[in-house]
């Protein structure tokens, strides 16, 4: 799947439960979001503890966003209804569209956050 968009990069080694984490802020502004492992061509809802085990990972909007990207891929309309989340050894890495560039920036400096808490 060809995303596009912006990516921005935590630098260093995730924390335990960092893609549970990510997708229960990104719950405060999709309230009805779903996860796409990237190995997969379905959805699970948020609270669905198999999130914890995703290396990467698609965060859609909603069921009818997940739905849309599947059939047409992305398109003016969809962009920024995506956010795809990279869980490395050495970085996470979350990418978006539109007005969610601003959305995950903030979730990043989040992540920081919880990671210095945990230290």
Known sequence: MNVGGVDVVIEGEGCPGEGLFIV???RAHWEHL?????EADYTV?????AIGAMREFFVYRNPDAFDSWEHD???SDNRDAMIHVLIGDRSTTLVAEGAQVDVVRAL???V????ESLV
């Open 45 to 49: 809802g948020s609270h669905d503890p």
């Open 73 to 75: 891929g992305a398109t």
């Open 112 to 115: 920081l956050a919880r990671r």
């Open 24 to 26: 229960g802020c990104l």
């Open 108 to 110: 990043c400096r989040t």
């Open 34 to 38: 779903v996860v796409q492992d990237a």
